[in-house]
């Protein structure tokens, strides 16, 4: 490499003959033409990439010239691949030849790190879905207690009664009356959400008012469970198609991705396949931000079904999103034999009708569409899989087909941003879902600003993103005023490339200033919401809304998610005029996607949404009136467990769906009548008296939030293993844990070995323990066998006391010991 000997080494730098190279983010249409046109004048070009013998395959699949017995260095228009890392490309200019170093740096906007990375951004595993929905409790936050009705949340206090102390939530009640919540407890209080802007009256203590509540929406429930079960039932019963297992092509296609799939990429797909190797009809929601790898296990599971001769389709709400998928689906499918095409208006009225009959006749194996798809006059020869990019956008008419749709064929459903209807149909197990929550390595949170429109802003954020390389979407989305507010762009950052994208355009206008900004001909892309699905830059990290109180809470995150694709910090702005008041309701949607920064927000951004909307038409006019009596995390619950028992109850039916000889109507459907046990809605009862001081210092967690989380995650360990896996995260994450803290990890080992043996209570008296039985001769007689000798053990009809004074401190070991000896299954 002596011969590129120069004055210094940096890239671009003053006295450097080295410069930076072009950059393509992924978009391998754009490197394969660079690359291609540099041969073609006789440079020299080297990709040295830790995905090297993939991107060959894939560069030389595209681009047929490439042979391998041209890939020689020394000859002029010849080029080399290299498996490695380099930390940066370059350009060395001729004569005598011109050299262009490429990396994974400038091919995918990533490099190898040699430092330990950052820990991926990722969701507890450990931690329910409920929990993630409803921790970050804050003082001031309404919330609803499962017993006693809605409250409002004044903090963590701490109490001694006796000599004992612990840790309590203060609630606040009509009145001001108080009820303090032991934090062994928390997971029956939860956040308040099904009002808007409407704040709930308070429940008055010691009265019948939440009793009464809780009794109508009992009734309502169990109707509504079991309308909502009858789709289910449908489906379940209905014999589908079950896919073949993996081919040999399907391993082949995807060893072919050029990025390491994250694990829950690999989980959801799994999942997806599992379904579809089942011979009932797969209904699965698959719920991950914006680029975190949907439209992947997507694309795997269209294949999959192709092999198996069945035709997919895939349905998107916009024509944009159309043409990125269609683009997506041909580069990675090129090397097969599988027929890719679209159906939007980018299409001619001649071009579609063509479609349609090649469609039906089965010489098309994946249509990607939009709406266009769910016409009466589009027909299928034999529809095997319906995959659904973002379903909230489509419109009610839509909607009912696709339920039709949902009992005939395997349905895989993308979002971002889940509905509340969606999320809501989710949580109470009438769809699967895979929760893909890992960020792509590297990948960086986008940082928002919420600011008052000043020219001078708007000019600074063009201006710096341009300057380092990359691309600017402005989005202001009335047609009417685009172009003057260009021209405005123009004046105001006059060495800016400007171009403008909205829905009225042509299709080829509309698709070539797509493109162009794709290829990087625009700095400035100025755009309605046409952009708010689908197009996949990485090169663009900046996006300045302007108005941005008019956009919905997910639409603004949908809208933010356009950019921050890539390695590079990504920069939001949303702007507000300063002339006009910002109403209440938009003032929290702002504040809420401003404080939405970690990655993989979109569960709380969808119920943060429903917390500001109030719970709207989550299930129809019908329920929200109930929803909002007690609250979307109540109501929730009270479905869920009339839905589990609805489905034990017909857990019996043979396939015909019959039960006892009885038929419910034309479906097959026995009509099941059934009563919400609220017993069941959280973690049984144990009264526990025990002389520990428990709870977790604030010296030890200062921050009540999180303090109050991990509240929320122990009440949700269910098994010795979970508390020890808890103690060590602690200490991992604060410290050696101090003795308060040492006595609630024995307390909660003790309440879950309690339960185990559904001991109804263990109480504290000067001297003794005394551990109520239930009604169990098998527990006792087991009990009186291997503690009959035992002096400090006395096994009673209804009681086992343990003598504390000859124990010496050591009643601990004594009474997990008792406990152990009660489990279920012990001999």
């Known amino acids: 490499m002596a011969r590129f000997a120069c004055s210094g080494y940096r890239v671009g730098g003053p006295g450097s003959c080295l410069w930076a190279g072009p950059t393509f983010s992924g978009q391998l249409r754009r490197l394969v033409r660079d690359v291609g046109e540099r041969l073609r004048h006789g440079e020299q070009v080297c990709l040295v990439t830790t995905q090297a013998a993939r991107l060959q395959e894939m560069l030389v699949e595209q681009q047929r010239e490439w042979e391998d017995g041209g890939w020689e260095i020394g000859k002029l228009g010849s080029g080399v691949f290299v498996h490695g890392t380099l930390s940066e490309g370059w350009s060395l200019p001729g004569p005598p030849s011109s050299w262009t170093l490429y990396t994974d740096l400038e091919i995918f906007g990533w490099r190898q790190r040699r430092p330990t990375p950052a820990p991926a951004h990722r969701r507890e595993t450990s931690e329910d879905e409920r929990a993630i929905f409803l921790r970050g409790l804050k003082p001031g936050d309404y919330v609803v207690h499962v017993d006693h009705g809605i409250a409002i949340y004044e903090g963590l206090l701490r109490r001694s009664v006796g000599e004992v102390e612990r840790e ?31 704040r709930p009256p308070l429940t008055r203590l010691g009265t019948l008012e939440w009793e009464l509540a809780r009794r109508q929406v009992r009734s309502a429930v169990q109707d509504l469970a079991g309308e909502l079960l009858q789709l289910y039932a449908q489906r379940k019963l209905s014999m589908g198609h079950a896919f073949s297992p993996d081919t040999e092509w399907q391993r082949d296609m995807e060893g072919r991705f050029p990025f390491a799939e994250t694990d829950d990429q690999l989980r959801a797909l799994a999942e997806v396949k599992a379904d579809m190797e089942a011979p009932q009809p797969m209904d699965r929601l698959i719920c991950g931000d914006v680029g975190f790898g949907k439209t992947e296990v997507a694309l795997r599971a269209a294949f999959k079904a192709v092999q198996d001769n069945k035709q997919v389709a895939l349905l998107v709400p916009t024509t944009v999103l159309a043409q990125q998928h269609y683009e997506t689906f041909r580069q990675r499918l090129a090397p097969f034999p599988v027929t890719v095409e679209m159906l939007s208006r980018f299409r001619s009225a001649r071009e579609q009708e063509a479609i349609g009959q090649r469609l039906s006749r089965g010489n098309i194996d994946i249509i990607i569409g939009t709406h266009r798809l769910l016409s009466r006059d589009v027909g299928f020869k034999d529809l095997g899989l319906l995959i659904i990019d973002e379903e909230q956008r489509f419109g009610v008419r839509h909607k009912e087909r696709l339920k039709h749709l949902r009992t005939e064929v395997d349905v895989l459903t993308l979002t971002a941003t889940p509905i509340p209807r969606t999320l809501h149909m989710s949580l109470a197990g009438l769809r699967d879902m895979s929760v893909i929550d890992t960020p792509p390595k590297y990948r960086v949170p986008i940082k928002t600003y919420v600011v008052p429109y000043n020219k001078n802003l708007v000019r600074d954020a063009i201006r710096r993103e341009i300057e ?60 309605t919401t046409i952009i708010e699905n689908g197009l996949d830059v990485p090169n ?39 002339s006009q008041p910002v109403t209440w309701e938009a003032r929290q949607r702002l504040q809420a996607i401003q404080e939405a920064t970690d990655l993989g927000a979109g569960f709380r951004i969808a119920m943060r949404d429903m917390e500001i909307r109030g719970v709207g038409n989550i299930l129809g006019d019908k329920q929200s009136g109930h929803i909002a ?31 006892d000889g009885q038929q419910g109507g034309s479906t097959g459907t026995t009509v099941t ?155």
């Open 168 to 198: 309590y939530l203060n609630l606040r009640y009509a009145g001001g009356e108080r009820l303090y919540v032991p934090v062994d407890l928390v997971d029956r209080v939860s956040r308040y959400i099904g009002a808007g802007d409407v």
């Open 468 to 527: 380092r390389g990359g691309q600017v979407y402005f989005l202001h989305n009335r047609v009417q005023s685009i172009y003057p507010v260009a021209d405005r762009l123009r004046r105001l950052v006059p060495d800016a490339r400007i171009g403008v994208a909205h829905g009225q355009l042509e299709e080829n206008q509309l698709e070539q200033a797509m493109d162009d900004f794709f290829t990087g001909a625009y700095d400035v892309l100025v755009c």
């Open 540 to 578: 663009a990290n900046t996006i300045i809304i302007d108005n941005a109180p008019l956009y919905g809470l997910a639409q603004l995150y949908q809208l933010r998610g356009r950019v921050g694709r890539s390695t590079r910090r990504a920069y939001a702005y949303l702007l507000y005029p300063r």
């Open 629 to 659: 009596a007690v609250g979307y995390d109540l109501y929730s619950r009270l479905l869920e467990q009339a839905v589990q028992q609805i489905r034990q109850a017909q857990g019996e039916w043979g396939q015909d769906g019959e039960q």
């Open 673 to 827: 009548t059934v009563t919400v046990d609220e017993r069941l809605l959280t973690t049984p009862l144990v009264t526990l008296t025990l002389p520990l001081a428990a709870y977790l210092p604030e010296a030890y967690i200062p921050d009540d939030v999180v303090r109050l989380g991990v509240y929320q995650r122990m009440v949700q360990a269910r098994t010795p293993d979970a508390v020890h896996a808890l103690r060590r995260e602690l200490r991992d994450r604060f410290g050696n844990l101090p003795e308060p803290a040492d006595h609630l990890m024995t307390w909660l080992h003790i309440k879950i070995l309690a339960l185990g043996a559904e001991v109804r209570s263990i109480t504290t008296t000067d001297d003794e323990l005394m551990i109520r039985l239930p009604s169990s001769e098998q527990v006792r007689h087991r009990l009186a066998r291997r503690f009959g000798r035992d002096q400090v053990v006395h096994v009673g009809n209804q009681f086992v006391r343990l003598n504390r004074g000859k124990l010496n401190g050591a009643w601990v070991e004594k009474l997990l010991a008792v406990l152990e000896v009660m489990q279920p299954g012990e001999l």
